[in-house]
């Protein structure tokens, strides 16, 4: 048989195949193992997130000189503190090697022997001779194979998705007052009348800086509203700009096919439509720049109006070019009379918050000076 066909029959996909299908059936199983540790470790029988508990003590001194000593705690997620099983196949090496070692040797011997013996005159004469041959046939084949899988994992540490997750609840994550005592200079516990006014203190500062919270959350809720008024006014704008271009695309189409005549008038309707233009552009941009002013003078003013408050003296391009009132015709006065609505009800609120917290604030102060 040929040396080649030896190997005829070697089936070479399968060869190289099932260590592939294995790599990927166990990359399979492997990310099966990381999800289900997620599931398990990470939430609870109701899907909530498993949180640990960090307790922690805290030290303070309030604005009377008295000192103050909190029991702090901090829950974080126990997928954050805990490493993830996350192992991964990186790499897949095949090596099959075919090794064939063949030789042949031949040998061949063959011996014939023959003598006589006699007397030549006086000498007595012996003879002998001899031929030799000697023939073997020797052939050796030496045929090996080797087969190599090396597969290489590693664990890649917490998934990326996972790991954004956690940095959001991080960014929302902080630590909570379980207790606190109130204590002297000394640091001895307060008793009696020392302890009745450190803790009134302490219940007005708390008060102060709720009041505090709620009016960053009321203002950051009513600059929101506002944005969404600019981003009306720009889309108001806008439009009123492809207005003007399509009516002076009509008057490009009508220069220099009149007389000269009918040319300047072409001229001087061009030139009042970029008047007409400019006129709305000024009044919405600066409804744009000042629009927290604006809804602040509504507010101050009293006024509940159901439609676009002439506070704003917001100006509209009609379809013939010309600069006129802003009106209920145009394509974003509903959505900007309920943005207003809901800007101008945002602002009542904080100013209601800034009167409460002044307010709180001057409780303090004398409660300080008592």
Not at 325 to 343: I, R
């Amino acid at each position: 048989m040929a040396i080649a066909e030896q190997f005829a029959g070697l089936n070479m996909d399968q060869l190289m195949g099932a260590p592939l299908r294995a790599a990927v059936d166990a990359s399979l199983q492997l990310a099966e193992s990381t999800a289900d540790f997620i599931r398990k470790v990470g939430f609870d029988q109701e899907g909530k997130v498993r949180t640990v508990a960090f307790g922690y003590q805290r030290h303070g001194v309030n604005p009377d000189g008295t000192d103050r000593l909190e029991e702090m705690q901090v829950n974080v997620p126990l997928l954050a503190v805990v490493p993830v099983p996350n192992l991964q196949v990186d790499e897949v090496n095949l090596l099959f090697d075919i090794e064939v070692k063949q030789s042949e040797r031949r040998d061949s011997s063959m011996e014939l022997s023959a003598g006589a013996s006699g007397r030549l005159g006086a000498l007595k004469v012996e003879i002998t001779g001899s031929v030799s041959a000697h023939q073997a046939n020797i052939r050796s084949t030496d045929n090996s194979a080797k087969y190599h899988v090396d597969i290489r994992a590693a664990n890649h540490g917490t998934p990326e998705g996972l790991a954004r997750v956690l940095d959001l609840i991080a960014a929302n994550m902080s630590p909570l007052l379980v207790g606190s005592s109130l204590r002297d200079e000394n640091g001895q516990t307060l008793s009696g009348p020392f302890l009745a006014r450190a803790e009134r203190l302490q219940e007005l500062r708390a008060r102060v800086s709720r009041a505090e919270r709620c009016l960053q959350a009321a203002k950051e809720g009513l600059e929101i509203r506002l944005s969404q008024l600019r981003r009306l006014a720009t889309a108001q704008l806008n439009a009123y700009r492809e207005t003007a271009a399509r009516l002076q695309s009509e008057l490009d189409e009508l220069d220099g096919m009149g007389t000269t005549e009918q040319d300047e008038q072409v001229g001087r309707q061009s030139l009042a439509y970029s008047g007409a233009l400019e006129t709305v552009r000024r009044s919405w941009e600066s409804f744009a720049g000042k629009t927290g002013d604006y809804i602040r003078m509504l507010a101050d003013s009293g006024q509940d109006p159901r439609e676009v408050s002439g506070l704003f003296a917001l100006k509209a391009l009609d379809q013939w070019g010309n600069a006129v009132a802003y009106g209920d015709s145009e394509s974003y006065y509903a959505a900007l009379g309920a943005a207003q609505k809901s800007a101008l009800e945002s602002q009542r609120g904080v100013d209601r918050l800034e009167e409460e917290l002044l307010e709180a604030k001057a409780v303090y102060s004398q409660a300080m000076g008592e």
